[in-house]
């Protein structure tokens, strides 16, 4: 295990520096695994008001990854 390549401190401050205004930050339990994407996605509209996602190389959500960008458009 190579660990981690920066501590989650360190990639917020590098969101903060790339001008990221706002950033939430969801806990990851055995509830948000079991989620599906829709639903997960749903919830974090609902709670946070969220208009616009942005993910990285590779990004999936939800149960089994399911959730990949072409499905969340």
């Given at each position: 295990f190579l660990g981690r390549l920066c501590t989650p401190e360190d990639k917020l401050?590098?969101?903060?520096?790339a001008g990221v205004e706002r950033t939430v930050v969801v806990p990851f339990d055995?509830?948000?695994a079991a989620m599906?994407?829709?639903?997960?996605?749903g919830d974090l509209a609902a709670r946070e008001g969220i208009v616009h996602l942005m993910v990285g190389e590779d990004f999936a959500l939800g149960k089994n990854r399911a959730g990949d960008p072409a499905r969340l458009a």
């Open positions: 401050a590098a969101i903060v520096a055995r509830g948000v599906s994407p829709e639903a997960f996605i």
